[in-house]
């Protein structure tokens, strides 16, 4: 009678085996996506990278205006809310793609119906904002619109008092006079004044404003905080969904108007492409700015953006100014200057 061997028994009964046994294989552990991250930056000065960010994020917040503006009045694309729904559903697949495939930033869900609501109030004000921006466009210089944009935190302090009682200190209110001042002596010697266009203009920095109130009030909770970057992934496919029915009804069959123009002028497609995609660049290069940065130099650069994107775009578009409308839009840019000064010592002493 033949005894029966287990497996163990019959492995150790062979050399082969016994041979592999005395080796020990050691598989490295696959490096997450952080330690890949961090191997690639080590091989770059991070000076030359945090110039390379800044650069990027000048390139891509002025480019966007840029490329509005041309699309829209130049080019003759007059499809305002169409454009933006183009950008969020830009924005949505970079997002994408940004988390969770190359895992820039970490994955996080909405946990509750409650939490969704409050992203969709947040999208319908972004859509808004943007629709409203980019509409101005087709009336106004982009050194005009950027002018009114610098008035960004006037309506910021506005809405934070009205909606959650929140009174700053007496040098801040101090401080918005000079953006009021500046840009009310803009706005009466700007040659290309339009109303419409600059009521458009008014909504989309009430807007912006209104949504950074909002977004501290509705997501304060620790449970419910979203990175930015997540949070534009929810945001985006809201905001396109929402701007659906407002593109079909106002401009009409927008979608096959489009694609019978870029059947006969690829020119128009490859320009609707790199819009879409410098949109999203905006939002991703705000995050590696900060991230490789702080928040205070991103605050510095968005109160020179103003100044830079209206010279680029006077050399560009050779839109008249005037001496008067450089003195006002001066006074605004250095009132906020003085704001985001008076804001920061307040913080310091901690009122």
């Known amino acids: 009678m033949v005894e029966a061997q287990s497996w163990k028994t019959r492995r150790a009964s062979n050399p082969r085996f016994e ?3 005395e080796q020990v294989v050691d598989i490295p552990v696959t490096p997450t996506a952080e330690i890949r991250q961090h191997n690639y930056y080590s091989l770059v000065s991070p000076s030359v990278i945090t110039i390379a960010i800044i650069a990027s994020w000048y390139f891509s917040n002025i480019g966007v205006l840029l490329l509005n503006k041309y699309l829209l009045s ?17 924005c949505a697949a970079y997002s994408l793609i940004a988390i969770k495939w190359l895992q820039i930033v970490p994955f996080q869900q909405i946990h509750s119906r409650k939490q969704f609501l409050k992203i969709l109030a947040l999208s319908a004000i972004f859509c808004f904002s943007v629709v409203c921006g980019n509409t101005s466009l087709r009336y106004l210089p982009v050194s005009f619109n950027q002018a009114i944009g610098a008035t960004t935190p006037f309506f910021t302090a506005i809405f934070a008092f009205v909606i ?14 000079p953006v009021v001042l500046g840009i009310v002596l803009a706005s009466n010697s700007e040659p290309l004044f339009h109303l419409f266009g600059f009521m458009m203009c008014i909504g989309s920095t009430g807007g912006r404003a209104l949504k950074s109130v909002v977004q501290g009030l509705i997501l304060s909770s620790e449970s419910e905080k ?7 992934l929810y945001m985006a496919p809201m905001a396109a969904l929402i701007l659906l029915p407002f593109t079909l009804y106002i401009e009409g069959n927008v979608l096959a108007i489009t694609l019978e123009k870029g059947s006969r002028d690829g020119f128009m497609v490859l320009l609707l492409m790199a819009n879409a995609t410098v949109a999203y660049l905006v939002n991703l290069t705000n995050f590696l700015v900060t991230k490789h940065t702080s928040a205070l130099t991103l605050q510095v650069l968005g109160n020179a953006k103003a100044a830079v994107a209206a010279i680029v775009s006077v050399l560009i578009f050779r839109n008249p100014v005037t001496v008067m409308g450089i003195t006002g839009f001066t006074i605004t840019v250095m009132g906020v200057v003085l704001y985001s000064e008076a804001k920061k010592r307040t913080k310091g002493t901690g009122h």
């Open 19 to 21: 041979a592999a046994n």
């Open 74 to 90: 130049f080019y003759g694309y007059r499809y305002p809310i169409f454009l933006t729904m183009l950008h969020m559903v830009s």
């Open 164 to 177: 959650t009682c929140k009174k700053e200190s007496a040098e801040v209110y101090l401080a918005l006079a």
């Open 226 to 232: 979203l990175h930015s970057m997540n949070l534009l």
